[in-house]
């Protein structure tokens, strides 16, 4: 079972990352992305942005691209500990405040907001909340995620 | 071609969206592309030392198909808010089909919002991911 008391409330370091143009045509590329807006810099400009828009579930691999050194759920020494061979996703939440281009540089802060236990503790049920900000302070998205832990 | 102005329904439906099959190759693309390196997705030897028949579609991977039904209907900067539940695994080799269904038009901070419902299903028709959207109506 993992340890409620110690890991409920742990907010992660904040982490640095600059958003790759190169990355987000990679994304487009291995999702199949028709809309030339997410991997053409020049269709991006003639449709209004001022470079290439993140997309709107780029932002969890954003998160997934710098593990927190506090609070990680997949670190066993500093973070949760999760075994990768019992985890699924079970939700996934996104709220957006302000569109996000490449280029831009974020701070990225995760919050364990709870963990809790069903069916005898078969499975555990890990939320974590994302904030994402720009340079200037601007909050840009949030992000929440439910992962399950089958211990069954 | 994402509208301009929009006049809406409930009940309207979004243009379907549909992609796959899903081979191996696409979840290695995607794992590399979306820094989601969980082995269960990509390594089949792992994936079967956990219990599994064979790897598995990332979530997010259907997930990022239901973004591109909502971006190729609305901009995506009138993309407010959404949620959803991942209700069963997306198999190796699956073809998935993402919907939309307008359930409510309803106002809030001076704003004309939509509720839809969304969700990819295999061609089994397996309902893989379930959830809802609030988009910006101008």
Not at chain 1, 14 to 38: C, H, M, N, S
Not at chain 1, 60 to 70: E, I, Q, T
Not at chain 2, 1 to 15: D, F, Q, R, S
Not at chain 2, 51 to 60: E, K, P, W
């Amino acid at each position: 079972m993992i340890d409620r008391e110690r890991h409920v409330g742990v907010v992660s370091e904040p982490r640095f990352v600059e958003v790759e143009a190169g990355f987000l045509i990679f994304f487009a590329k291995a999702t199949g992305e028709t809309d030339p807006v997410y991997f053409d810099e020049a269709a991006a400009r003639a449709a209004g942005h001022p470079a290439i828009p993140v997309p709107p579930t780029y932002f969890f691999s954003l998160h997934m691209s710098c593990p927190a050194k506090r609070g990680d759920i997949f670190d066993t020494e500093n973070g949760i500990g999760v075994d990768m061979m019992k985890i699924l996703h079970g939700e996934q939440g996104f709220t957006y405040h302000a569109l996000t281009y490449a280029g831009d540089r974020l701070t990225i802060t995760t919050t364990t907001e709870d963990i809790y236990a069903r069916k005898g503790g078969a499975l555990e049920f890990v939320v974590q909340a994302t904030r994402f900000e720009k340079d200037d302070g601007t909050l840009c998205a949030e992000a929440r995620q439910l992962a399950v832990i089958r211990n069954g | 071609m994402a509208n301009g102005h929009l006049e809406i329904t409930v009940g309207e439906t979004l243009p379907e969206l549909v992609r796959g099959p899903i081979d191996r190759t696409t979840l290695a693309l995607f794992a590399g592309a979306s820094h989601d390196h969980v082995r269960l997705h990509i390594d089949s030897d792992f994936a079967k030392a956990a219990g599994l028949d064979d790897v598995f579609a990332h979530g997010m991977l259907s997930m990022a198909w239901l973004a591109q039904m909502l971006t190729h209907w609305v901009p995506q900067e009138r993309l407010r808010h959404w949620n959803v539940r991942f209700t069963a695994i997306t198999p190796l080799h699956a073809t998935v089909t993402c919907r939309g269904e307008i359930t409510e038009i309803f106002e809030k901070a001076g704003e004309r919002l939509a509720r839809v419902r969304i969700g990819s299903w295999t061609e089994a028709n397996v309902q893989t991911l379930d959830g809802e959207a609030v988009v910006a109506l101008v």
